[in-house]
């Protein structure tokens, strides 16, 4: 089995594990000015969508995408609720703290100090980061959008993650310092800088903290063009 990470842009990737294809926090073209042109709601499979809250550059086509492909969409009871009210059929509710284990590994949501309304001013729930054990033994830490926190640290005194994909914005997230220490944290061997450059309140260079976090902490950074991916 392997996992391969493909990064859209922004926040969204769409991970095929091992032929299982999994959306996290849908925001595609022509909406996310990260996005590739071709990187459309319509062309993207998903067997499953996960969301990590309710802000609109991350839930923007979870609706259009499950709609059409019949994926089940995980995400916090809020969030899921207001999906199955928007017509989405096939849903599974965790909340923070709690996991479940779907045909590719197990899913749990982890704290994340951020906001959660949802487009149409709905109530979120609580935001959450991603962490995703698959059945080959992968594990990948989606942070979502989050300040640094202390609870990181149990991610890592768990075994750490092979890959992190962290916010580096700064401004809405945490910044390229507080995200070397959460690398740290997490005891990732590999971290995936995400949520940076799409807007101006968030400009960063990548290749900064690349060199940031290889000198502090020996950890690899693969910096992904929107477009590129990463197999485990």
Known sequence: MSVTLKFIGHATFVVDADGTKIVI???FAPDNPAAPADATPDSVDADFIIVSHGHGD???HAVE???RTGAMVISNFEIVSWLANQGVEKTHPLHIGGGNSFPFGRVKLTIAHHGS???DGSYGGNPAGILINFNDGTDVYFAGDTALTYDMRLI???GGVDVAALPIGDNFTMGPDDAVIAAQFVKAK???????????????DPQAFARKLQEETG????????GESLTV
Not at 219 to 226: D, G
């Open 65 to 67: 995408i499950a709609k």
């Open 25 to 27: 926090d849908p925001f």
């Open 58 to 60: 991350h839930i923007a």
């Open 219 to 226: 950890i690899e950074c693969r910096i992904l063009a929107p």
């Open 117 to 119: 309304g949802l487009p």
């Open 156 to 158: 890592g005194e768990a």
């Open 190 to 204: 590999q971290v995936i800088p995400i949520h940076y450059n799409t807007w101006p309140y968030i400009e960063q």
